[in-house]
């Protein structure tokens, strides 16, 4: 899942902007991916970032997420 999610960007993760990780960090969390122990951390290995990296990135999503749904109202 997590190649899938990488590869689906057209880039090596070595080429990623913080957008690229963001996208790739979305689509697994999606799909459930952080719910399986150790994830995080493969994760942050294949991406060259810290998983205290991913949980700030997390953070800002659904943070943006709640904003948005704020906003319908």
Same mark, same amino acid.
């Given at each position: /899942?997590?190649?899938?999610?990488?590869?689906?960007?057209?880039? &090596?993760? @070595?080429?990623?902007?913080?957008?690229?990780?963001? #996208? $790739?960090?979305? %689509?697994?969390? #999606?799909?459930?991916?952080?719910?399986?122990? +150790?994830? /995080?951390?493969? $994760?942050?290995?294949?991406?060259?970032? @810290?998983?205290?990296?991913? %949980?700030? +990135?997390?953070?800002? /999503?659904? #943070?943006?997420?709640? &904003?948005?749904?704020?906003?319908?109202?």
């Amino acid at each position: /899942m997590i190649e899938d999610a990488i590869r689906s960007t057209g880039k &090596t993760a @070595s080429e990623f902007s913080r957008d690229d990780k963001i #996208a $790739v960090i979305s %689509y697994l969390d #999606a799909r459930g991916a952080f719910l399986i122990r +150790y994830s /995080m951390e493969k $994760v942050a290995s294949l991406l060259g970032i @810290s998983k205290f990296s991913i %949980y700030n +990135y997390l953070n800002d /999503m659904r #943070a943006d997420a709640i &904003t948005a749904e704020a906003a319908k109202l």
